[in-house]
């Protein structure tokens, strides 16, 4: 049997229309329309410049001579209504008409206040600068292993509101300068000096040399801080939350004391800690 022979009937549809992509003529991509509307970065200028935040902590670097600022950033209102600018000459002024620029230069969960600082880091401090000065209390605060900038932070607000003559802290394993740390520490870290140091024990050892005790704290003692009567030159030594003193860092001190507490509670922050032995150092 023949096999029927069918004739293809003509397509009368026409042209098939096939979406086309449109470049940069036309209607433009999706991703197009996200790029040219995505918001600026703002980032520092310098290599290792950083963005402070915060009304105290820009204050405070501003009228700090040892800080070199490199400019003042912010939404012209918020500039306007701080006179933020007028502290210090020769720092220019940039003025951000979008708050999404500002937002992408802290992080997400740090109000702003709608100014920025761009600086560089402070100077290193010399540990043999915190020789004792006669007549008066010298109380230095050591944070071994403190890694919390928030805690850093809020231990360099206690100390210098509590008199501390400086803050020393590891060299790594601790935080280094940054918008939060720097609001945390309220323009702490603008007036008190911050020592990082290569090894907490052979520092503990300077310092001894220089005239100055050691207590640590731990909350496994009988001893109290407030008990300890160790004249004026006392380093206040700390550990971080978790794991507390570093056994050589402990053997490096005088004497071991806690905080009391009623028992409702296993510990205290760091920096409320500190923030008590600080008080009870400073007046015995």
């Known amino acids: 049997m023949a096999k029927s022979e069918f004739k293809k009937k003509a397509d009368r549809r026409g042209p098939r229309n096939r979406p086309q992509a449109q470049g940069r003529q036309g209607t433009p991509r999706s991703h197009d329309i996200q790029s040219r509307t995505k918001t600026p970065v703002l980032a520092p200028k310098k290599r290792d410049g950083l963005f402070l935040f915060g009304r105290h902590a820009v204050e405070a670097a501003l009228k ?16 306007k209504a701080s006179g933020l600018g007028a502290l210090r000459s020769g720092v220019p002024v940039e003025i951000v008409n979008d708050e999404q620029v500002l937002r992408s230069a802290v992080p997400s969960d740090s109000p702003h206040q709608g100014i920025l600082l761009e600086v560089r880091p402070l100077p290193g401090q010399d540990i043999m600068d915190l020789e004792p000065r006669p007549n008066q209390k010298n109380i230095i605060l050591m944070l071994d292993q403190v890694t919390d900038p928030h805690n850093v932070g809020a231990c360099l607000r206690s100390a210098a509101a509590l008199g501390a003559r400086a803050l020393i802290t590891q060299d790594r394993n601790s935080p280094t300068e940054s918008g939060v740390l720097a609001r945390a520490a309220a323009g702490g870290l603008e007036t008190l000096p911050w020592l990082r140091a290569a090894n907490l024990s052979q520092a503990l050892d300077t310092l001894k040399e220089l005239g100055y005790w050691h207590v640590g704290l731990d909350g496994h003692t009988d001893t109290e ?4 009567s160790m004249g004026d030159n006392v380093v206040i030594v700390m550990g971080s939350e978790g794991k507390g003193l570093r056994p050589l860092v402990r053997k490096h001190c005088d004497a071991i004391a806690k905080i009391p507490m009623t028992g409702k509670v296993e510990s205290l922050n760091v920096s409320n800690a500190a923030a008590i032995a600080l008080y009870e150092m400073g007046k015995a």
């Open 225 to 228: 801080v407030g008990s300890l």
């Open 64 to 79: 700090n001579p040892a800080r070199e600022c490199v400019r003042l950033v912010g939404l012209e209102k918020a500039l």
